[in-house]
């Protein structure tokens, strides 16, 4: 009987220290909970692309637009789109059950060949006919301010690798141009891929593929495990448009197709790189 009430007495002190955090035990509870939270929005991260509809070969819909679309640059909160005479268009774009699109703002003095982010999202950069790079404080999305411009020069839509040694520069028709980074006192071609244009370029698959822009023939998917041959693998081709826009969502794996006057088509990467055989 003694041993007994030993016993039991020694379970009570022990759930008393665990409810106390008085045991290891304690710790090991919270540990399983964080895991368990951060599965469940990994789960809710990777689902988003896969929770919007799409055809056979990834296509999740169409974004239209006031003119032709040249150029496009993606932010968390909104697409950004270079329309020639027609200036820029910033649209803000949402993810659920479908992509919900609004139109913010509309920048109409401003003939836009080309647009790209700052690293903050915070400053929209414009190549305009002439070459000069104009300037656009989007911190307030609905009301942007040009702040200035720069002498003229090509805006940088250049892709670079995750760990920073190696920068992917489309060329248009000259092909891409795949540049070793890694030591900035001695950055040097690594070789060049000529095989179609290229206008503009995302990497994709941990910076094993790139997907090339290039004009009408569509969209190219590049082998890049070795940088010094980069190999044509597969072409998509979109009837009568001209590709020469690219943008990734990184985090939604969802890719906008800049195409002219057909406005930006928008894929599901998972599917899109799936029909292409990868």
């Known amino acids: 009987m003694k041993m007994t009430k030993i016993v039991l007495l020694t379970s009570v002190l022990s759930l008393i220290m665990i409810g106390c955090g008085g045991?290891?035990?304690a710790s090991d509870t919270p540990t399983l909970q964080s895991q368990s939270v951060a599965q469940d929005t990994q789960l809710v991260t990777q689902s988003i692309a896969d929770?919007?509809?799409?055809?056979?070969?990834?296509k999740i819909t169409t974004i239209n637009a006031s003119g032709e679309v040249e150029s496009i640059a993606v932010s968390k909160e909104a697409i950004f789109f270079a329309e020639g005479e027609n200036g820029v268009e910033i649209i803000s774009i949402g993810y659920s059950d479908k992509i919900s699109t609004e139109l913010l703002f509309k920048i109409n003095?401003?003939?836009?060949?080309?647009?790209?982010?700052?690293d903050d999202?915070?400053?929209?950069?414009?190549?305009?006919?002439?070459?000069?790079?104009?300037?656009?404080?989007?911190?307030?999305?609905?009301?942007?301010?040009?702040t200035g411009r720069t002498t003229k020069q090509d805006i940088d839509n250049a892709a670079l690798s995750?760990?920073?040694t190696f920068k992917y520069i489309p060329r248009g028709e000259s092909g891409l141009d795949i540049v070793n980074i890694s030591n900035p006192s001695n950055i040097a071609l690594e070789s060049t891929f000529n095989k179609s244009n290229a206008f503009d370029v995302v990497l994709a698959d941990?910076?094993?593929k790139a997907l090339i822009a290039t004009g009408p023939v569509g969209i190219n998917l590049l082998d890049i495990i070795d940088p010094k041959q980069a190999e044509n693998i597969a072409n998509y081709r979109i009837t009568g448009s001209n590709v020469t826009g690219l943008s990734l969502n990184t985090t939604e794996d969802i890719l906008f197709v800049a195409t002219g006057d057909k406005g930006?088509?928008?894929?599901?990467?998972?599917i899109l790189l799936h029909k292409l055989g990868y």
């Open 206 to 208: 941990n910076d094993t």
């Open 109 to 118: 003095d401003i003939n836009a060949k080309q647009v790209t982010l700052s």
């Open 51 to 58: 929770k919007l509809s799409s055809d056979k070969n990834g």
């Open 23 to 25: 045991s290891s035990n």
């Open 264 to 270: 930006v088509l928008v894929f599901n990467l998972d």
């Open 162 to 164: 995750k760990d920073g």
């Open 121 to 146: 999202e915070m400053t929209l950069y414009v190549e305009d006919e002439v070459g000069f790079i104009q300037i656009i404080d989007i911190s307030d999305l609905t009301h942007p301010v040009k």
